[in-house]
């Protein structure tokens, strides 16, 4: 019988140093991978990596911007408006909804504005890491 590749368990490196240079080494294969997935098929590629030191990393592919990736990606539904997605929230008419349905709607716009700020804030974030990080 062969030997191949055998499989092992993933699990966390509990070294905080080891994990560090793991996590780097590994995002950096995770980059590459994304590049040969794009020389291979022409596939736009991007990503957002986040350290456990909660540093953002970025990587994208021929000409598409992880930010205008990320406009692409939103843009991909049909129910989001040409605005994005803060013109979006703002079409939703409330007022129109029934008295039962108001509340969850609210609810809804609520947990999407800070999702979007949350979304925004990290994006500012990495471009002010991608000159310092880089």
């Known amino acids: 019988m062969g ?12 070294k905080e140093s080891s994990r560090m240079v793991t996590f780097s080494k590994r995002r950096k294969g995770l980059f590459k ?11 736009s590629v991007a990503a957002v990596v986040f350290s456990p030191a909660d540093r953002c990393y970025t990587h994208s592919t021929g ?9 692409r990606y939103l843009a991909a539904y049909d129910d989001v408006p040409t ?3 803060g013109a979006w929230l703002n079409a939703i008419d409330l007022e129109a909804a029934g008295a039962e349905d108001l509340q969850k709607l609210e609810l809804l716009r609520e947990r999407l504005m800070e999702t979007r700020q949350k979304v925004v804030s990290r994006l500012d974030l990495e471009l002010v890491k991608s000159f310092l990080v880089d």
């Open 33 to 43: 991978k994304a590049d040969d997935l794009h020389l291979a098929t022409g596939a």
């Open 3 to 14: 030997t191949g590749k055998k499989k092992i368990e993933i699990k966390k490196i509990a």
């Open 63 to 71: 000409d598409l911007p992880v930010d205008a990736a990320v406009d």
């Open 83 to 85: 605005g994005g997605l």
